[in-house]
């Protein structure tokens, strides 16, 4: 099993940035790919970034060239650079984690905010 764990959530105005970070642990060889995922009430979560151990990434349309997904393989940690944030970000950011036999684990969550 994987076990992840986010930080970095938090207020920001429009325009601002935020570093959204995800450490994982555990059975950390058997992760194929990270990501990114966010959700509002009532609404479906949906992909925001992913990024796989080969380095292939892909990105919601809504946040190509605003949101960077990278890690640090030594500390085992993916994170999310958010620039630019609109208020339509606003949601929250749940870090997944997929295993090459298609296992998903999933962060705890943590909300981003933004308004003035």
């Known amino acids: 099993q994987v076990q992840l764990v986010e930080s970095g959530g938090g207020l920001v105005q429009p325009g601002g940035s935020l570093r959204l970070s995800c450490a994982a642990s555990g059975s950390i060889f058997a992760i194929h790919a990270m990501g990114w995922y966010r959700q509002v009430p009532g609404k479906q979560r949906e992909l925001v970034a992913q990024?796989?151990?080969?380095?292939?990434?892909n990105y919601a349309d809504s946040v190509k060239g605003r949101f960077t997904i990278s890690r640090d393989n030594a500390k085992n940690t993916v994170y999310l650079q958010m620039i630019s944030l609109k208020p339509s970000d606003t949601a929250v950011y749940y870090c997944n984690a997929v295993t090459y036999n298609g296992r998903s684990s999933w962060g705890q969550g943590t909300q981003v905010t933004v308004s003035l």
């Open positions: 990024l796989t151990t080969r380095g292939v990434t």
